[in-house]
């Protein structure tokens, strides 16, 4: 019942909202993060908005008629981050990442040329006094670099800084422009008036810069790097279409080359007829007509052997058609491909945050001006105690932060240059981009990897939730299994021969496609035996069905669906059910006009590698255990197979009981050996729907339905049982690396800003300089996104599986 509600819910909340995404520009941090998402669920008809740093994209979800995704591009532009709505093939993103690696290439340049004049002007003299002779070591000659450096290259960085503070948004280019304004100003001051004392620094303001540049040129790269699986996937689209015009089967099949044109895929229609020659994309949806080929479907499922078409078979959009001529017709174009689904569901994944991120977030919105307090505090302290409570400071920072090894004066004007020099460092070394990088960057690389192989992961969400697995719960039947069983024995219990019970039970079998029905129909067709006419078809998913097959009443179920139709069950009947399903079978009792006349057995055999999936996740510290609608006889063997133990079994279980079941592992009503669980469904993503809703993380087996992606929160294209491993594998890795990120961003950020506040100046006489605090602070940023490139690099468990 609360399920039912649940799906209502869920159904009228998709009618009444949709989502768009947004290309988001000028995000630089956390902060900026926080900003754009403040912007958009404040505006009338948002719903939710969740944005990524390191994608800069805005999922948005707003109410039918209520808004336009062009409108809320035109409020983010507004607020000084340039949007645009995101088009239905993408190619803005790649063509954007393209610009964006072309102006890092220039920035790189531009860097390095700031660091190499700065650092020969204040080292080179020193160590090749040729340098001197031609001014590099010249005070104007550093004054006009600084202000060069200020007027070009950190131009960009100063207005957005200032537009960040001017619209309450501070960012990091806010924090990045006061040091470098600072150190150029009080420099500039020192030069102007070289009575006071103070030692110019024009090389800081250079160097922090540079330092800069050079940082957000390899953080670029480096994202660029991490987005590069789902670029891969982008290019799996294909662009060009076969289409056969006045499609005749019969000529078709004579001569495949007639009445040929080529379109643009995305011109498709439903229904069309396509031709697909070897080497080609194919560019929809649909089924073999005509021709026999062999097909990489690697990109989705992530296994490497092709996969043979004939008639009737279905092929998917951007799989690549190997050694024959075919002939398609379309069943689905444009966006609602498998393909195009997985690409909206991966770009959807990386915006779902883990919620492990919220405190990073909810740092990120007052970091700037927490920082911006250090400084002050900073200078604060320094300028009125620090320098009097230790007056050995101004020989250790004349040693360290000035241009010339020669102590400063002790006074007060020393004392302002020193504090301000700290306060400098402490803006400048802050870093909030590295705690908004720290989480989309590894969802980013853990969702490529994972599409890459066939595993869809939905979210960083998903990825906190699998973390803290504990029990894994599979479906028997198309899981465990094959779920292509036979029937193995039919028993009449009356004057009715075997062929006739077939045949009856066959004609009602009609009317569903279960495996078990499948089975059943598929003994009478190797029996050549007529299949006579059924109607008035019922189905009770998990008990039984029942037809009107030649005026006599058929019913096809398990003892309970019998009972509850008042069929008596002989004891005989009993006892050889009761060895059948001993034996592991499955037993179906067929009842005519009221009266049980006989027993088919359906056997179905596990998976090759089901055992191994079960040992390895056992290995990983998961409970698991098996729902099965079977006899707990019949469910026993299965489990004693696979190495479970009857414990770890719930046999004689509805669909609609399961997510009941999963609901009771959750609250530990259920005893199976702890309180309570955190559990994960594996099922086939249709009949078990509501259990992989209701399960914590639900995992959809070989399917990739679109009742899968809507009921699981893992999605397994191939049809391998082990991608349960490598999911799980993959969603941890992913997870602890958001968690080294995150721990990374803090420690830094508690570390750094102490000592560039000159926490151990009195002591060791160690201070950062702010050209330093520069460095470092770029350091932070492309650290956290070289660590989440290392999950490119990870192993996965279904390799070792299938091996």
Known sequence: MQLAQKNELTEESAATTRKVILDVSGMKCAGCVKAVERQLTQHPGVKSACVNLATEIAVVEIEVDAVEGNTLAQVLTAKGFPSEMRNTQGSSRVGKQDQEMRSAFVQLIVAFG???????????????????????????????????????PGRPIIIDGWLGWRRGSPNMNTLIA???????????????????????????????LGFILLGKTLEKQAKGRTASAFHQLLALRPQIARLIVNPDGQKLAVSPNINVIEIPAEQVRVGEWLQVLPG????????????????????????????????????????????????????????????????????????????????????????????????????????????????????????????????????????????LKLAIAVLVVACPCALGLATPTAILVGTGVGAESGLLIKGGDVLEKVHHLNTIVFDKTGTLTTGDPT???????????????????????????????????????????PIPHAMNFYTEPGMGVSALVEGKSVLLGNWEWLNNHGITISTTAQQQGQKLAKEGKTVIGVAID??????????????????????????????????????????????????????SVIAGVTPEQKSGLILSLQQGSLNVGNNSCVVA??????????????????????????????????????????????????????????????????????????????????????????????????????SVVTNSLLLRGVKLQKCIVQN
């Open 280 to 419: 080609d994309k194919i560019p929809v949806d649909g089924q073999v007509q005509f021709g026999q080929t062999t097909v990489d479907e690697s990109m989705l499922t992530g296994e490497a052997v092709p996969v043979i078409k004939q008639p009737g078979d279905s092929v998917a959009a951007g799989t690549i058609n190997q050694s024959g001529t075919v002939s398609i017709v379309a069943r689905k174009t444009g966006e609602h491909t498998t393909l195009a689904q997985i690409v909206a569901l991966v770009e959807t994944a990386q915006t779902r945050k883990a919620p492990v991120q919220k405190l990073a977030d909810t740092i990120a919105g007052y970091f700037t001006y927490a920082v911006l307090t250090a400084s002050f505090l900073t200078w604060a302290f320094w300028y009125f105690v620090g320098t009097r409570v230790w007056p050995e400071v101004y020989i250790a920072s004349g040693m360290v932060m000035g241009n010339h090894s020669i102590p400063l004066p002790n006074d007060q004007n020393s004392a302002l240059l020193i504090s």
């Open 487 to 529: 029937v193995t024995d039919c028993m009449p219990l009356t004057d009715i021969d075997a062929a006739n019970l077939i045949q009856l039970a066959a004609a009602v079998e009609k009317g569903t496609c279960h495996p078990l029905a499948k089975a059943i129909q598929q003994s009478g067709e190797k029996l050549n035996l």
């Open 681 to 782: 469904m594996v099922g086939d993503g249709i009949n078990d729907a509501p259990a992989l809703s209701q399960a914590d993380v639900g995992i959809a087996l070989g399917s990739g339905t679109e009742v899968a992606m809507e009921s699981a929160e893992i999605v397994l294209m191939g049809d391998s049982l082990s991608d349960v491993v490598a999911s799980i594998q993959l969603a941890r890795k992913t997870f602890t690396k958001i968690r080294q990120n995150l721990f990374w961003a803090f420690a830094y950020n508690t570390i750094a800003i102490p000592l560039a506040a000159g926490v151990l100046l009195p002591s060791l006489h160690f201070v950062l300089t702010p050209s330093s605090a520069a460095a470092i602070m770029a350091f932070s940023s492309v």
């Open 594 to 647: 009221h009266m049980l006349a006989g027993l088919i057995a359906v056997s179905d055999t596990i998976r090759p590698d089901a055992k191994l999936t079960v040992n390895h996740l056992q290995k990983m510290g998961l409970h698991v255990m098996m729902l099965s609608g079977d006899r707990l006889e019949a469910a026993v063997v299965i489990a004693q197979q696979l190495g479970l133990d009857s414990t």
């Open 178 to 208: 006061l040091g470098t304004l600072t150190a150029y100003i009080t420099s500039l001051v020192a030069l102007l008036f070289p009575r006071m004392g103070w030692d110019c620094f024009f090389d800081e303001p250079v160097m922090i």
């Open 114 to 152: 700031l660091l190499l004049f700065s650092g020969l002007g204040h080292f080179g003299s020193h160590l090749f006094p040729i340098l001197s002779s031609i001014g590099l070591n010249n005070i104007w000659f550093h004054c006009t670099l600084a202000t060069l450096a200020l007027l070009f």
